[in-house]
């Protein structure tokens, strides 16, 4: 049995939009170890960049497998918040529909994201996970939840943020 840090993890790449190695992530496919490993190097990037076609509504959800089971122009965060390279990227690329597809416990930064995208002239939809990520629900049941995304104006805003 290895001793390496990722020892008994799959390791899934992200590439920015030259195909350069941008992050990566390791996910256990044991239940008794720890669930997933980041490197040790900031977040701040576009995830799977070289996947992403600008000019269609992109996704944004959590997690790399959560990206790979939404498939069609999903962006995962390695995290929870949107930080600033895939922020300035989504203005200047000029994308005009974001599904916004974060877990419930990331509900306040979901709300000040939405904020900032309608702003900015971008149509936002919020994806309401039933309590189980994309990874979980799969790719069809995925689908489904994207297409009964309700588009948020300002008075669905005002409702977020009175709930916060």
Known sequence: VSQSRYAGMVIIPSYDEDNRLNFYVGRSYYKETVNHKNPPVSKDIVGFENQINWNQPATIVEGAFDAISSK??????????ILG???SKIL???VKKLYLCLDKDAFN???KEIEYFLNNGIEVY???LTGKDPNEIGYLS???TIQRAKKVDFFDLVKL???I
């Open 161 to 163: 943020k009175m709930a």
């Open 85 to 87: 390279n895939l922020r």
């Open 126 to 128: 919020l994806v309401q």
């Open 142 to 144: 995925m689908v489904e």
């Open 92 to 94: 200047t690329r000029g």
């Open 109 to 111: 930064d979901s709300v």
């Open 72 to 81: 069609r122009n999903a962006i995962p965060l390695f995290g929870k918040k």
